[in-house]
């Protein structure tokens, strides 16, 4: 069965009533949708998980530290300043993980009322696909939670180790190169979970009846994972966010324009980043 408009008893106020309606396989839609969404949220909890066995560890060694600890280090190693030790010192890096992982988290909550768009109004495979995004959207906010989480922990067990050796006369400057891995990751990580829960939304349609029309079909066609939209026939650079992924625009990279505006992007993110790696030390 083709996906069609909902049914007119729908409401076009955006309320829940729309989960209500039967699919062809006789399962309630808002079930369907529902099954597994806590999936989405695993790597969020995970990384919380991550910063809260931080912060105890970082309690329970405080008392080993020495006197002073780094407040910073600059892109090749190096010290920028010294801090009397306290759990605020010793731990900031966690601290500010802490409330990175309550933010992401809160936006990765908020995720549906992002969307400009009735949910009444849309098809059947439609609401598959918005649910999709939904949650690759929570999926990716949770990957970027994790491996900053990673991150912080590591940059707060080199701080650390800087200190005590700082102490005993024998510090060098801190490698910066596994914290640019982490930063580089980040962008890795944020593919697969569109391409999983693309793949979720086909497959759990299919599995309760429920089939693009053949102009959903083409629709889907000019998208890529993550909703950037691959179109040379659209004369726009910047087009509306497809529904599912928020408000605002994105880039069509079928443009003529638009794979230069993907390499600039890349020069900026990662060119800042080669002298760090070409630095002596690091």
């Known amino acids: 069965m083709t996906s069609g408009p909902p049914p007119a008893s729908a409401s076009p106020f955006g309320s829940d009533d729309h989960e209500d309606q039967l699919l062809p396989d006789g399962t309630r839609l808002g079930d369907a949708l529902s099954?597994?969404?806590?999936?989405?949220?695993?790597?969020?909890?995970?990384?919380?998980?991550?910063?809260?066995?931080?912060?105890?560890?970082?309690?329970?060694?405080?008392p080993t530290?020495?006197?002073q600890m780094p407040t910073g280090f600059g892109p090749s190693g190096e010290v920028r300043g010294w801090e009397d030790t306290s759990f605020g010192s010793a731990a900031l890096s966690l601290i500010i993980g802490a409330g990175e992982t309550v933010l992401l988290g809160l936006i990765a909550a908020m995720v549906p009322i992002f969307d400009s768009t009735d949910p009444a109004q849309r098809s059947l495979w439609g609401h598959f696909r918005v649910e999709g995004s939904h949650r690759a959207l929570r999926a990716v906010l949770g990957w970027i939670t994790l491996l900053l989480n990673l991150m912080f922990v590591y940059q707060t067990a080199q701080s650390w180790s800087y200190a005590r050796e700082a102490a005993d006369g024998t510090g060098a400057d801190?490698?910066?190169?596994?914290?640019?891995?982490?930063?580089?990751?980040?962008?890795?990580?944020?593919?697969p979970p569109f391409r999983q829960w693309a793949r979720w939304s086909r497959r759990t349609a299919a599995e309760h009846g429920v089939h693009p029309t053949p102009e959903e079909e083409a629709e889907e066609r000019r998208w890529l994972p993550g909703g950037i939209l691959n179109d040379p026939t659209e004369p726009k650079l910047f087009v509306p966010k497809r529904e599912g992924y928020g408000v605002g625009v994105t880039l069509n990279v079928g443009h003529?324009?638009?794979?230069?505006?993907?390499?600039?992007?890349?020069?900026v993110i990662i060119g800042p980043l080669v002298p760090i790696f070409l630095t002596p030390g690091n």
């Open 256 to 267: 003529a324009k638009g794979k230069a505006v993907v390499v600039v992007f890349l020069l």
């Open 65 to 67: 530290l020495p006197d």
């Open 35 to 62: 099954a597994g969404r806590r999936q989405a949220w695993a790597p969020w909890f995970i990384g919380l998980g991550v910063i809260v066995v931080g912060l105890v560890w970082a309690w329970m060694t405080l």
């Open 174 to 191: 801190m490698p910066m190169w596994p914290v640019l891995l982490f930063l580089v990751g980040i962008f890795v990580v944020m593919v």
